[in-house]
């Protein structure tokens, strides 16, 4: 399995309440990656980041904001969380193989009261 | 753009027969195309990847896929179905140099003993 972890693993928060969420690797790997998981929905792409302190927005970017201070973490912040972003998230990672095969961790559960 | 389209949201067969997943992608460039597969409360597993050197590719646990360009298809097949295969299973594209993947919704696969 590829190094990914996820922390903390499950969370309840109340709404309004800011919350991170963090994403360590030990593959040294250039590209990291969060998504929400929704039913109905599959995975889509939150943010992502090409390298230390270089991010961009995915397709459900708002609410969320990301940081990635050093190559092993990216860290994932909900600024006031709503009832609408309880979800599970992944984080991802990938390399540049030229073939981007992400490998994934194994989630957080966020539930937003 | 890249998109994937998964036909069927749930497919039901019994133990030792054929698996048919069936997948349709757009694509203006040469995709890269994926088939993840994620058991209950876990993150997801790569199965297979297609990256344009050979059509047919074969992946972990007896399972394979098709590139059929003409048909802009990807379908997952595996000849005999086992009770481990019950889970959700995720088609996804990329372009060749594109770092974002492009997720389909899912499909849920149940094994009847």
């Known amino acids: 399995d590829a190094g990914i972890t996820q922390s903390p693993r499950h969370k309840v928060t109340e709404t309004g309440t800011p919350v991170t969420l963090r994403c360590h690797q030990t593959e040294n790997h250039r590209y990291m990656y969060w998504y929400r998981q929704d039913p109905g929905h599959g995975l889509r792409l939150i943010h992502y980041s090409y390298g230390v302190k270089d991010t961009d927005k995915g397709e459900v970017s708002d609410g969320y904001s990301v940081s990635r201070s050093k190559t092993e973490d990216f860290l994932l912040t909900l600024e006031s969380a709503t009832s609408s972003q309880t979800s599970v998230y992944f984080c991802?990672?990938?390399?540049?193989?030229?073939?981007?095969?992400?490998?994934f961790g194994p989630g957080t559960r966020l539930t937003v009261t | 753009a890249q998109s994937v389209t998964q036909l069927d949201s749930h497919v039901s067969v019994s133990e030792g027969t054929p698996v048919l997943l069936r997948c349709n992608y757009s694509s203006s460039y040469s995709p890269s195309l994926f088939w993840y597969v994620q058991h209950p409360n876990k993150g997801l597993q790569l199965l297979l990847k297609?990256?344009?050197?050979?059509?047919l590719v074969k992946g972990i646990n007896g399972f394979e896929a098709e590139f059929k360009k003409s048909e802009t298809s990807f379908h997952l097949t595996k000849p005999s179905a086992h009770m481990s295969d019950a889970a959700e299973y995720f088609c996804?594209?990329?372009?060749?140099?594109?770092?974002?993947?492009?997720f389909g919704t899912g499909t849920r696969l149940t094994i009847i003993p």
């Open positions: 996804v594209g990329g372009n060749f140099g594109n770092e974002k993947l492009t």
């Open positions: 991802a990672i990938a390399s540049r193989s030229g073939e981007w095969e992400q490998y």
């Open positions: 297609y990256t344009s050197a050979a059509t």
